[in-house]
């Protein structure tokens, strides 16, 4: 029961810090989905991803810190988490893999002296 109202909090704090901030939107006819890039208040880009015209996420998402630098990438496919997700903070990676919107496996990663950016 906890999990579940943390999710839901977790989700409404999402939901509405996504309808602050700025946005661009494009309608790309070659893959027939509206691309958008969402900004931080700096400028600088939060996150860019695609959705369906039914307002369904699509594809892969990528979310940056106020930095520039990418911590999350992502991917949904009509509107459901599926394959690997990973999630980057200072020297630890997590890999997620996700199978019909539910995880089927997570993976942790330590690197103390990293050699490639994540950029």
């Known amino acids: 029961m906890k999990k579940s109202i943390l999710f839901t909090f977790a989700f409404l704090i999402t939901v509405v810090s996504f ?7 494009k309608f790309n006819k ?5 691309d958008v890039v969402y900004y931080h208040d700096n400028g600088a880009v939060s996150q860019t991803g695609a959705y369906t015209t039914d307002g369904k996420l699509q594809g892969e998402w990528l979310s940056f810190n106020t930095e520039g630098k990418k911590v999350i ?3 949904y496919d009509n509107g459901q988490k599926v394959g690997k997700w990973f999630y ?3 020297t630890t990676l997590k890999e997620v893999d996700y199978n019909s919107n539910a995880i089927a496996s997570v993976k942790d990663w330590e690197f103390k002296n990293p050699i490639a950016s994540s950029n």
């Open 19 to 25: 309808a602050q901030q700025e946005r661009t939107l």
């Open 30 to 34: 070659d893959t027939n989905l509206i």
């Open 73 to 75: 990438s992502a991917n």
């Open 88 to 90: 980057w903070k200072e």
